[in-house]
């Protein structure tokens, strides 16, 4: 179940309490806080419920529940410790499409209260759907830490000076540019010390200070391999400032996400049917004619842009159209996937050199680079599409490389689903085969490899020479 995050307003709008324990009480505060006109039905209620109608501040029927008390209610909420009353009313509210809130009762409410970070005007709102309360308030308490107090009155600030804050940055991208000054420079800090008059200097000073048009750039930005974790705050922070993303179809959803909500975001992903160059000379329209605009672009490439991610050629033509740039490192496949697999890449006694490499080669390819593939004691990361498993693992043994050296096939890297073969160079043909390995997938070739099944921590790890081995043992007498 998912649930739609909703802001009421009920501001004078009529709202039924059943039930007069120190639930209903709390509830009662909350919804009076929010400008609700309150009735508590109960048969007995707490001196405070007692003492707010008395105040004349909410109303009350003293008695046990009536269907008539729903009439003319916008929200119900049932906070009764009889399951059969609450259900009861649930019933009723439902009959009438009144939104109904049981507490603690997921399954009898239309709809629930969350757990909140109050800095009024600003409202945090966490749920668990329901399921697990007590995680969200943890998750509260975490959030609680990270603003302070003085956020409340930052917002109000910057409701009451909104008109003028429109007035002297009428374009959008101005707009947010000063938000984010206002939420980390010198009016944020004012009023965390308590200096509301120095804020509000501060404030109508920078309004005053005229705008340069602002400059397009396009920032190269690495996304890594999947997990968004793995993401540096230098990328978070791009994708949170961007106004058009250009992704390619590595980069995860989960990652995108991450990105500004109204950043428009295009994936720049091959075509069917376009060649290699045509994308990327599109790609290289798009970054020019937006950059151009005055917009702030990020260019996301799955891994880091300069490891087989043309990420050069992108920057060389930036370069020569004078538009400013700058490059966001990003963890690369083999690094990510030899992590996740548990494999270092370089061990004192097995591997002191590592070649990050492709299987796309060029016709140019050499017989002394095979023969320096085949090499031992190297660490070998092919970044490749899986069917160059095909005849890979044939040539670099026609070239020296012992059939029994170990590999380690990487599919999905970092991602929940992640799944790591492992085997001897001779068999990962029909190896990859019969697992049906699919892209992206990063192949691993050494020593080093030998220790994914020892070291390995995360995802599903498959020992391919153990599998083939299981029909000789079932037909061992
Ligand atoms: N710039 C990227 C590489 C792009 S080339 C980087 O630095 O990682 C694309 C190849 O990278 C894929 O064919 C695959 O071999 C590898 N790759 C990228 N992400 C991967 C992942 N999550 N798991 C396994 N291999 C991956």
Request: charged share 20%; aromatic share 6%; with cysteine.
């Amino acid at each position: 179940m998912r649930l739609f995050p909703l802001f009421a307003d009920l501001q004078n709008r009529r709202v039924l309490v059943v039930g007069g324990g120190a639930v209903a009480e709390r509830k009662v505060a909350s919804l009076l806080s929010s400008g609700a006109v309150v009735t508590v039905g109960a048969p007995e209620a707490t001196a405070e419920i007692l003492r707010l109608h008395k105040q004349g501040a909410i109303a009350l029927h003293h008695a046990s529940f009536q269907p008539e008390w729903l009439d003319d209610m916008w929200l119900v909420i049932a906070a009764t410790d009889n399951r059969d009353i609450n259900q009861h009313v649930a019933s009723l509210a439902n009959e009438r499409r009144l939104l109904i809130n049981v507490v603690d009762d997921p399954a009898l409410s239309s709809f629930q209260v969350p757990s909140i970070v109050d800095r009024a005007p600003l409202v945090i709102a966490i749920s668990s759907s329901g399921y697990a309360p007590v995680i969200a308030r943890r998750v509260r308490e975490r959030i609680e830490a990270l603003f302070d107090h003085s956020l409340g009155e930052l917002v109000a600030l910057a409701a009451r000076h909104r008109p003028a804050i429109r007035q002297a940055r009428p374009d959008m991208r101005q707009r947010r540019q000063f938000y984010d000054w206002l939420l980390d420079g010198p009016v944020a800090s004012a009023l965390r010390k308590h200096q509301p008059i120095a804020a509000e200097k501060a404030l109508q000073t920078e309004l005053q200070q005229p705008q340069a048009a602002t400059q397009g750039k396009v920032v190269l930005v690495g996304a890594g391999p999947g997990d968004p974790g793995l993401l540096t705050l230098n990328a978070l922070r791009a994708l949170n400032e961007a106004d058009i993303i250009l992704y390619d179809r590595l980069v995860s959803n989960e990652i995108r996400e991450l990105a500004r909500r109204d950043a428009t975001q295009v994936c720049v992903g091959k075509i069917p049917g376009e060649d290699h160059n045509a994308t990327q000379s599109r790609i290289h329209q798009l970054m020019l004619e937006h950059a151009q605009a005055g917009q702030f672009v990020v260019r996301l490439k799955g891994g880091d842009a300069f490891v087989f991610g043309r990420g050069g050629e992108e920057l060389e033509f930036l370069r020569a159209h004078d538009i400013p740039y700058e490059v966001v490192p990003g963890i690369t496949a083999a690094m990510a996937c030899a992590s996740y697999a548990g494999i270092p890449l370089t061990h004192r006694d097995y591997a002191q050199s590592v070649r990050l490499t492709t299987a796309h080669f060029s016709k140019d390819t050499t017989a002394e680079d095979w023969v320096s593939l085949a090499q031992e004691k190297q660490t070998l990361a092919f970044y490749m599409g899986v069917s160059q498993l095909d005849w890979l693992p044939g040539r670099l043994i026609a070239n020296g490389r012992s059939g029994d050296t170990p590999y380690a096939l990487i599919e999905n890297g970092t991602r929940s689903y992640q799944r790591v073969l492992h085997g001897k160079l001779k068999n990962l043909t029909a190896q990859a085969r019969q697992h049906a390995f699919k892209a992206p997938s990063l192949l691993l070739i050494g020593e080093v490899t030998a220790l994914a099944p020892k070291l390995q921590w995360f995802g599903a790890s498959i020992d391919a020479e153990d599998v083939i081995s299981i029909p000789c043992e079932s037909t061992t007498p």
